[in-house]
T-cell receptor, first 116, second 113 residues
Framework: GAVVSQHPSRVICKSGTSVKIECRSLDFQATTMFWYRQFPKQSLMLMATSNEGSKATYEQGVEKDKFLINHASLTLSTLTVTSAHPEDSSFYIC????????????FGQGTRLTVV | EDQVTQSPEALRLQEGESSSLNCSYTVSGLRGLFWYRQDPGKGPEFLFTLYSAGEEKEKERLKATLTKKESFLHITAPKPEDSATYLCAVQASGGSGYSTLTFGKGTMLLVSP
């Protein structure tokens, strides 16, 4: 199997603070990881593609200075939501590619972020 | 622009009552169509990948089929534990081997005992 672990599963933070979410591939190396955001009853929306050792590629409309992505190793990518606001409250999900082609992207269990 | 539309948005079935979920897609060229299961508060769990029209795949009570315009997820004699949101996603051809996935909004399935 392929296991992707995301931490934390839930976080509540105050408006204006920063929150870091970790995504780890536990039993395989992932050159590429993806970060998604999902609002209630909406589809997963890709935020950015994270490549190990290089800068992330952000989707149109996603602020790179607000959503900082670091992929420092082949098993870990982090998403930092900086200066969080209530509208950033959402379900954030990462996925990791086990191989060079996207035959099976393995997802983390998600992080529920609530900004108060 | 790639688009994925899933229907119905929600489906309530009695245990044992078979049905199908639909995923209609528009993509410049299809590399693969993916089905995932998502439980509340969890990340998606991979079910199937289909690559070409006419292809079918089965797993327990689930069977996925693919045409040039849509995919169906057939659920035979469902059980309450099949209750979840089922997501469909497409991957366009071209570019690198891992071009990104475009997801539909999902179908929320509830199976009552």
């Amino acid at each position: 199997g392929a296991v992707v672990s995301q931490h934390p599963s839930r976080v509540i933070c105050k408006s204006g603070t920063s929150v870091k979410i970790e995504c780890r591939s536990l039993d395989f190396q992932a050159t590429t990881m993806f970060w998604y955001r999902q609002f209630p009853k909406q589809s997963l929306m890709l935020m950015a593609t994270s490549n190990e050792g290089s800068k992330a590629t952000y989707e149109q409309g996603v602020e790179k200075d607000k959503f900082l992505i670091n992929h420092a190793s082949l098993t870990l990518s982090t998403l930092t939501v900086t200066s969080a606001h209530p509208e950033d409250s959402s379900f954030y999900i990462c996925s990791a590619l086990k191989g060079p082609v996207n035959t099976e992207a393995f997802f983390g269990q998600g992080t529920r972020l609530t900004v108060v | 622009e790639d688009q994925v539309t899933q229907s119905p948005e929600a489906l309530r079935l009695q245990e044992g009552e078979s049905s199908s979920l639909n995923c209609s897609y528009t993509v410049s060229g299809l590399r693969g169509l993916f089905w995932y299961r998502q439980d509340p508060g969890k990340g998606p769990e991979f079910l199937f990948t289909l690559y070409s029209a006419g292809e079918e795949k089965e797993k327990e009570r689930l069977k996925a089929t693919l045409t040039k315009k849509e995919s169906f997820l057939h659920i035979t004699a469902p059980k309450p534990e099949d209750s979840a949101t089922y997501l469909c996603a497409v991957q366009a051809s071209g570019g690198s081997g891992y071009s990104t996935l475009t997801f539909g909004k999902g179908t929320m399935l509830l199976v009552s005992p």
